[in-house]
């Protein structure tokens, strides 16, 4: 064993147990975010319930994350996350990765919602919001991702609700309702330096698929007569 006669043995534990702290932590925001302005759209958040709601009814939840004083098990890789307590989850971006726990188990046929809030902090260079996944048959992949039907993009201090309807995924459909989703991902922005506090995400039910759709389009007008 090396010795190192020049630092007390107090110390060089400190600095050994420094070596293996996570560099993704960060210092969380030590005064509360306020959620401002919030952006309207088909799914809000109840405070008093708990809960998600669309056109007033709770949304079934297979898994919800509010992140009270814990990351809840989300994971970035250059980026910085820490917990905010009674606000969410601070994320600064370095890469656009952050990944929720492994073995979600999810029957993606039963919940096709993914809903992210969030209020941006600071601003970005470049939004991406794409959602990745895997299943027990595939690992992450181009192939397979969805995009936000509403909410993307927030400006500084705009609180907004990302929601992807996957039984209409961006790539890959109909995979998602056909799998058990093991694992999420979110690219939130393409480039560094934007800065969120992630207030909820779940994963849910949606009782009401005509309440997402996409707006038809107008009927073209008649071409006129000769």
Not at 8 to 22: D, F, N
Not at 84 to 99: N, S
Not at 134 to 154: D, I, M, V, W
Request: charged letters at 15%; a neutral charge.
């Amino acid at each position: 064993m090396t010795r190192l006669p020049w630092i007390g043995l107090a110390t060089a534990a400190a600095l050994l147990a420094s070596c293996h702290r996570p560099a993704e932590q960060a210092t969380a925001p030590t005064s509360p975010v306020p959620v401002g302005v919030e952006r309207a759209g088909p799914i809000r958040w109840n405070a008093a319930a708990g809960a998600f709601e669309l056109n007033g009814k709770a949304l079934k939840t297979a898994k919800l994350w509010t992140f009270d004083e814990s990351t809840d098990g989300f994971t970035p890789v250059t980026s910085r996350i820490a917990p905010a307590p009674g606000q969410g989850l601070a994320l600064t971006i370095a890469d656009p990765t952050i990944r929720s726990p492994k073995g979600l188990n999810v029957p993606g046929g039963q919940y096709p919602l993914v809903l992210m809030r969030l209020t941006r902090t600071t601003p970005g260079a470049l939004w991406d919001g794409a959602l990745h996944y895997s299943t027990p048959s595939h690992s992450e992949a181009f192939n397979y991702l969805g995009k936000p039907l509403s909410g993307a993009n927030p400006a500084v201090g705009e609180t907004t609700t990302l929601v992807y309807d996957m039984s209409r995924q961006a790539k890959g459909a109909p995979d998602w309702m056909q799998s058990t989703i093991d694992q999420i991902r979110f690219d939130i922005e393409d480039k560094p330096g934007g800065a969120f506090v992630i207030r909820q995400v779940a994963i849910a039910e949606n009782p009401e698929p005509g309440a997402l759709a996409p707006a038809a389009a107008p009927a073209a007008a008649p071409a006129a007569k000769p």
